[in-house]
């Protein structure tokens, strides 16, 4: 069996429980679905000094939660090469919040777009704070029918757990949504909790951090998604590296 590599980056720090809780909950994947799966992480900095050296055998990133990273370039330069190549990718927290400032700089043509936690001052802020914080928070999650994050799920509904303060400017949400990363999931009052891109193997983003509502006895199903689309990237792409796949 072919070992599954996942590149999860993020600035790691042992006393964050999310970071604790992201490679346990691949761990839990990796047993319910019989991979060998393996994970290591990859810090900011090396990711905007090259992504594709940084990510390199990888078969799936995963931008962890924890921002603002060491290097928001790095989150991001990791997130464009993903959504480029193919290479399946999960960004949770703040790794929503980057996915969501890559696509919207690089494909719907909003340079400037910026997150209020890095910029408070820029024009065009496509990341804000939300009305009140979510941090610790438990609330229900509103999944679209018929689109993938539905399917995973195998329900019209969820519950999950929260770490953030910042989340997608209201006023964007049509734009995104519209330009194509597609929003498949919103909270009660209609804001964006899921985004993907329906034509990529896996590109996702989750507002709430569904590593830490997973369990060995029940791997939460997002993460077990990602696993299997990395399982099929390494079976579909043997011997080719990132490096590979960028030129």
């Known amino acids: 069996m072919r070992q599954v590599t996942i590149a999860i980056a993020g600035d790691h720090d042992p006393a964050n429980a999310t970071h604790e809780a992201t490679g346990a909950s691949l761990d839990h994947a990796a047993h319910a679905l019989g991979l060998d799966l393996s994970h290591r992480w990859v810090p900011t900095p090396d990711l905007a000094e090259d992504a594709a050296r940084g990510l390199d055998g990888a078969d799936g990133v995963l931008i962890a939660p924890g921002s603002p990273y060491a290097s928001m370039e790095g989150a991001l330069a990791a997130i464009r090469l993903a959504r480029e190549t193919g290479l399946p990718l999960l960004g949770t927290?703040?790794?929503f919040q980057h996915v969501v400032i890559e696509y919207a700089r690089s494909v719907l043509g909003y340079a400037d777009a910026q997150h209020a936690e890095s910029d408070?001052?820029?024009?065009?802020?496509?990341v804000t704070p939300l009305s009140c914080s979510l941090v610790g928070m438990r609330m229900r999650v509103l999944l679209e029918?018929?689109?993938r994050a539905a399917a995973w799920y195998g329900a019209a509904e969820a519950e999950e757990r929260f770490y953030c303060n910042f989340g997608l400017n209201p006023e964007y949400q049509s734009a995104l949504h519209d330009g194509g990363l597609r929003v498949t999931a919103v909270d009660d009052g209609g804001e964006a909790r899921i985004v993907e891109l329906p034509d990529h193997p896996f590109f996702v983003g989750t507002l709430f951090v569904p590593q830490t509502s997973s369990t060995p006895e029940r791997p939460h199903p997002l993460i077990a998604a990602f696993a299997r689309a990395a399982a099929a990237r390494g079976r579909t792409s043997a011997g080719v590296t990132a490096d590979t796949l960028v030129r």
């Open 120 to 126: 408070p001052g820029a024009s065009t802020l496509f």
């Open 145 to 147: 029918p018929g689109t």
């Open 93 to 95: 927290c703040g790794g």
